[in-house]
């Protein structure tokens, strides 16, 4: 009987750290953010995802072995997952560049291999095992707060990122040279740039409105602290919008108009409760902001215009134009990379060129009209649009897989509305009420909720559309249909008195291995990174000698080609340095170094222009060491194999004419 007691304690105990741990994983993942690191959010977010799926992964196994059964839960979207990522494992495999499609593009690292296998783990652990989902949303809901907050003083010249990194507290520490990075004009707080805050909020957004909705429709007398409720979710609501504005997202600005519409609409069909003083309240909470802070487009802003906020609220956005002259408008960029996408899937139809190879693939079929834009030596590591990034990297195999996915879980939604539907239409009946007051008794829960996260979900949908998914945002597009699969699922543990025998103590050893070595790798690869991100910094004002150092380092903790690419080009530098300083033998021995670095990643990944162009640079050092023609025509081969593979770039031409 005591050891009874005990294996319920230790079920419950590992539920309650799941439960922490999923909790811990929508708090923190927003908020996270480093300065020491090469890329200060996104990086960051993902090796939390990462860390955070290992620990999951580990207790939820754990619980399997303890239990002596498999807890898996099946759903309605199985199959559409396993056929989406059997799509993305064959891309990989016939991948122009496996690394980048096992974890990412260096620099975005969303969108990877391995980063699709953790949202596919963490979405059967969150339906297979005992979760508040309302917990959840909770912590969802104050993460958010938290993100709004940090980017108010931003908005008035204080950003608060500046004063944790630098100590000022102003906005001074961000490129001024791009708009993406000007929080007084377009604020980004945690999340990194505009349109990813703008997304992220838009999906806080109508978990917000479960929560008001929630405590307008009780059935019970409004008590106070039902009251308080509905003011604080109201307050969250204006705030959140009022950052949507502020981000300038248009994409995030028209996605909560399109999901607001449908809730609305939903609510005044089928729900009806409360009705009036629930459209009240979305009304405010969206049109007051709209006049304080505007939306960013000068063609409905002359509309808005209110002197009394004019100087006090609001950064004007024409001013904002004027700041970046000759800066070509982004949705018109957007329609010539997406031109290059589609481009791209017709060379390769199948499964694209590999899981997140936009940025080395786009140059392939780069269009001529990119180099007419304010942007036309901007690296674009996604195609700005997530469908036609799919179907570029991962053909019309990999988009069908996902929109298969996508199609699926709305058949599912619309399946699951119609019957409960029906199940309230026929408690309705069974109870004689009469029809004025046939929602009054009844729990509305269930409609608000799944209602709220469909909303929610469809957002990101829109965002996408516009953009790319980032971190936060495959989060949500994961496990939000975890969220309304778990809805009303009441789980129960069988309980059983046998003890852990020795097998079972082996099999826990071996996980609790494997959990430590995969955390410690995390943490190798953030230390790497940092060492990395050093070396840019020092390679930025011309400090080869200490940047070499550092991308040494990196590469001792872990081989990664952008290392080594770095790698070598700072060694090529210090073995011309050497040279003129009459070090011949120590020149030719780091030159050496710098070419073998250089032709492994060519070897490794030849169809990345950007090693071409590496090695291309290197060779003009080379010659100086060696005054040899040699080099320098391996340095024109190396553009010359550069321009087959990126022929519209004008770097190119211009690179061979100085040769």
């Given amino acids: 009987m005591i050891f009874f007691k005990k294996f319920v304690k230790l079920n419950i105990m590992v539920d309650q750290i799941i439960q922490l741990l999923y909790g811990t994983l929508f708090f923190i993942t927003p908020l996270i953010m480093t300065k020491s690191t090469s890329e200060l959010f996104e990086f960051n977010k993902i090796l939390f995802i ?82 508040n989902i309302e917990k959840l949303l909770k912590s969802i809901i104050m993460s958010s707060l938290l993100v709004i907050l940090w980017a108010i003083p931003g908005h008035f010249g204080r950003d608060l990122t500046c004063l944790l990194f630098t100590g ?26 505009p349109n990813w805050l703008g997304a992220y909020l838009a999906v806080g957004f109508f978990i917000g409105i479960y929560f008001l909705v929630k405590n307008i429709s ?24 009022s950052m949507i504005l502020m981000s300038r997202s248009r ?60 100087n006090v609220f609001i950064k004007k956005s024409t001013s904002s134009s004027s700041l970046v002259t000759n800066v070509t408008e982004s949705f018109d960029i957007r329609k010539i990379v997406w031109q290059g996408a589609w481009k791209l899937a017709m060379k390769y139809p199948l499964f694209g060129t590999g899981v997140e190879t936009f940025a080395y693939s786009y140059n392939f079929v780069r269009p001529l009209a990119h180099n007419l834009t304010s942007e036309w030596d901007y690296v674009y590591n996604k ?8 179907l570029a990297t991962t053909g019309f195999v990999g988009l069908g897989s996902y929109l298969i996915y996508i199609t699926i879980f709305i ?25 004025n007051l046939k929602f009054l008794n009844l729990d509305l829960h269930f409609d608000i909720l799944t209602l709220s996260l469909f909303c929610s979900w469809l957002t990101i949908l829109i965002t996408n559309f516009f953009g790319f998914s980032t971190t936060t945002i495959q989060l949500f597009f994961y496990l939000i249909p975890a969220f309304i699969f778990m809805e009303n699922n009441q789980q129960t543990e069988a309980k059983t008195l046998e003890k852990i025998v020795i097998y079972q103590w082996l099999i826990i050893f071996i ?13 190798i690869y953030y230390l790497a990174d940092v060492n990395y991100s050093y070396g840019l910094k020092y390679s930025k004002i011309n400090d080869q000698q200490k940047a070499a150092g550092y991308f040494e380092r990196a590469l001792k903790l872990r081989q990664e080609p952008v290392y080594m690419d770095k790698f ?81 770039d004008p770097k190119i031409p211009y690179s061979l004419a100085l040769y």
């Avoid at 195609?383 to 799919?390: I, L, M």
């Avoid at 309230?424 to 009469?434: D, G, H, L, W």
């Fill in 383 to 390: 195609a700005h649009n997530e469908y036609f990034n799919y």
């Fill in 568 to 648: 070598s080009s700072s060694l090529a530098y210090l073995s011309a340095v050497a040279n003129v300083q009459n070090q011949i033998e120590l020149s030719k021995q780091v030159a050496n170094l710098s070419d073998s670095y250089n032709k492994k990643t060519i070897q490794d990944y030849p169809k990345n222009v950007f090693y071409w162009k590496t090695r291309a640079k290197n060779m003009y050092y080379f010659f100086q060491i060696t005054d040899k023609e040699d080099e320098l025509l391996h340095g024109v081969e190396a553009l010359e194999k550069a321009r087959e593979l990126s022929p519209t």
């Fill in 251 to 310: 994409s995030a600005i028209g996605a909560v108009i399109v999901g607001l519409m449908l809730f609305i609409a939903y609510y005044w069909f089928f729900i009806k409760k409360n009705f009036k003083k629930t459209l009240i309240i979305f009304l405010l909470i969206t049109i007051i902001p709209v006049f304080l802070f505007k939306t960013g487009e000068d063609k409905l802003d002359k509309f808005l215009t209110s002197s009394t906020y004019k």
């Fill in 411 to 435: 058949v599912y939604i619309v399946k699951r509305i119609k019957d409960q539907r029906s199940k309230i239409k026929t408690t309705v009946q069974n109870s004689k009420i009469t029809k």
């Fill in 511 to 523: 996980l609790a291995v494997a959990t430590i070595y995969l955390l410690f790798s995390t943490i």
């Fill in 168 to 193: 000022q507290f102003n906005n001074s520490c961000w490129d001024n040279t791009t708009l993406a990075f000007r929080p007084e004009l377009r604020a980004f707080s945690t999340l990194g740039q």
């Fill in 50 to 131: 990462y860390a955070s799926t290992v620990l999951i992964a580990f207790f939820w196994f754990l619980k399997m072995v303890i239990n002596k059964k498999i807890i898996l839960k099946k759903t309605f979207l199985d199959i559409p997952i396993l056929i989406f990522f059997l799509s993305q494992l064959i891309s990989t495999v016939i991948s122009i560049d496996r690394n980048t499609s096992v974890f990412g593009y260096y620099g975005r690292f969303n969108g990877g291999l391995l980063s699709i296998i953790c949202y596919i783990l963490l979405y059967y652990g969150l339906v297979s095992n005992i979760i």
């Fill in 218 to 241: 009780r059935v019970k007398t409004q008590n106070f602290a039902s009251l308080r409720k509905q003011i604080f979710s109201s307050i969250y609501l204006f705030l959140n919008f």
